[in-house]
């Protein structure tokens, strides 16, 4: 049981450059979602997926886009990468998407840098 | 819009004292609150949360928060940290909407002084 896992761990980009986050989870978690975070801002939601069909943004959605390929995976979209984007990204799932809000699980995070 | 407070960004504490970390929230509902905690170059891992019920809730690593609504707070404490203890930790916040994502605050650094 690897509960979330993430790839890549290390990825640098060029401006302009595209590329794809991976997450995937084993548990049979309803709910997947994509965070950003950066130094002295704590976790920011980028999207997320209620459950399988389903995508919503959360709070920092510009420059990105997601797609819920399956019950458990959930991949996420850089398709012009800028600086700004410079950030670890954690993948999360939790086992139901109604009330009351169980916990999230997080994966180890893909530390990426644009250049 | 749902938010947290964490006032304190860096604490320092000598091994073997007690600890507070505070956490206030904004949330016209009952919240729902949870700390994590995150290792250097790790991901979150959960210590406790609270739903319903009991205002005192008990955690993993010897860790405790108490609900207290009448000051939207739920400080996390422990009675004597260890250096293993160093770490940032979070506190966050869920809505009743149930799967749209948590609202963290921005973090408490800790810092153990042998």
């Known amino acids: 049981n690897a509960g979330v896992t993430q790839t890549p761990k290390f990825q640098v980009l060029k401006t302009g450059q595209s590329m794809t986050l991976q997450c995937a989870q084993d548990?049979?978690?309803?709910?997947m979602y994509w965070y950003r975070q950066d130094p002295g801002m704590g976790l920011r939601l980028i999207y997320y997926s209620a459950s399988e069909g389903t995508t919503d943004k959360g709070e920092v959605p510009n420059g990105y886009n997601v797609s819920r390929l399956n019950k458990r995976e959930f991949s996420l979209r850089l398709e012009s990468a800028a600086p700004s984007q410079t950030s670890v990204y954690f993948c999360?799932?939790?086992?139901?998407?109604?009330?009351?809000?169980?916990?999230?699980?997080f994966g180890p995070g893909t530390r990426l840098t644009v250049t | 819009a749902q938010s947290v407070t964490q006032p304190d960004i860096h604490i320092t504490v000598s091994e073997g004292a007690s600890l507070e970390l505070r956490c206030n929230y904004s949330?016209?509902?009952?919240?729902?609150l949870f700390w994590y905690v995150q290792s250097p170059g790790q991901g979150l891992q959960l210590l406790l949360k609270?739903?319903?019920?009991?205002?005192l809730v008990q955690g993993i690593k010897g860790f405790e928060a108490e609900f207290k609504r009448s000051q939207s707070s739920f400080n996390l404490r422990k009675p004597s940290v260890h250096w293993s203890d160093a770490a940032e930790y979070f506190c966050a916040v869920g809505s009743g909407g149930g799967a749209d994502g948590l609202t963290f605050g921005k973090g408490t650094h800790l810092i153990i002084q042998p």
């Open positions: 999360a799932s939790s086992e139901y998407g109604g009330p009351p809000v169980y916990e999230q699980y």
């Open positions: 548990m049979n978690h309803n709910s």
């Open positions: 949330y016209g509902a009952t919240p729902y």
């Open positions: 609270y739903f319903s019920g009991d205002t």
